[in-house]
DNA sequence: GCCAACCTACCGGGCGGTCGGTAGACTACT
DNA sequence: AGTAGTCTACCGACCGCCCGGTAGGTTGGC
């Protein structure tokens, strides 16, 4: 859960060790408070009162609402990208790298969805230049998995999916996670990972080709 | 696109004939504006703009903000009741059902996004009590599909997997629809359904059990 | 003359954000 | 050792703005 501390250390350009701390401490609350009641509905006060300060006090550390939301969409995106992308690409086998990609990706919501959510669900509050920086960075997560389903059809092993209408669904159905998943429920984290894995891939593999290939969660 | 007229039909309790029209593009603008900015970004004057009116022209229409969100959903909610729950109740057979439930939601989806969108992403805009019936709402549709893919279990056609994580990844892959699919695309509505229909029966049917069990579409 | 269908003008309040301060730790110089 | 200066980490008070909502008209068709 110290998700956030290393987008905290992004964003602080050089100050001294304790702040490190305190500054992460917001940019927790803030993607807590955030996740739970919505962006516009939160209000510069409520992540304040949250970390102990006043709203000037606050402002000691942070540039505004709207870089708030940016940094910890931007953490989010990173943590997408080094912990999902990144593990993915040097997997060559496209439907091991799908399993990756599916599990890596469910695990990270499993583990904290805060970040990850807000990212999908507040596009809207950025400014017109941040939006377009991770819509830009969604798009390219989207076109991997796309290219990832038409290397599977290059093999063979997917008939008749469009790529791209397969990425959305895949993502679709691991984003929505963060809404039903609780850490205190019938299944845990990765039980919940692997039952959509499952479903993942054979939600795209074509019939009586699919042989697991292997256990994508012991790369991590 | 006239989606929302029964809402202020059901909205309006006894009003004159040309009062209908007026409040049915209200709700229908509202749910629009809402859908394309979200909830608490946007204002009664948005609103009121969007229809030629002034704020306090707006206000003879409706009664508050919150009670327009929650007729929005609650018309969204009965139009999954009559379009997608009902007609599939009456289907015997669990997998022809399950088709029906995925492609009749899909197909609402691409026809009018609005209001099921807001249905799923506003609903802590609303008050309490509000909040609790529509959300109590949507727990019926799932264990809907759940109690469905219970009934492929018993069938034999669905091995291993749990028919509640089943249920929500499928209706994850359906609601995701609203936030990629475009008009003016690539494939037009009945493709992205048909491709997504394939999928989720994929994603859920054990292998080699899987055959056609006729088009779902034909009985809307 | 009446009523549906609006409007102008306004209200209290909360918002994001800023300003001028200051307690206290730490440093520098005598 | 004493003290003046400096800097970090805050706070109380305030700003202008816009919000949801309302009071009290006005107008045009019946």
Redesign the interface.
Known sequence: MTALDNAALRAATGAADGEQDRRAEIYRSAARIFH???Y??TSINDIAAAVGLTKAGLYYYIKGKQDLLFAIMGFAMDQLDEQVIEPARRVQDPQTRLETIVARHAQLITQDSSALTILV?EL??LLPDDRADIIGRQRDYVDFIADTLAALRDEGKVV???P???A??????????S??YRTDG??DGDE?VA??T???I????S??D?TSAGNPQESG
Chains 1, 2 share one sequence.
């Open positions: 739970r009641k919505g516009h509905a669900n809207e509050g008749g999916l469009d791209t209408v397969g959305f669904s895949l993502v679709g159905m691991i984003l929505w996670i809404r039903w019938r299944l919940v039952a959509v499952r479903m993942a054979s939600a795209v593999l019939r009586g699919y």
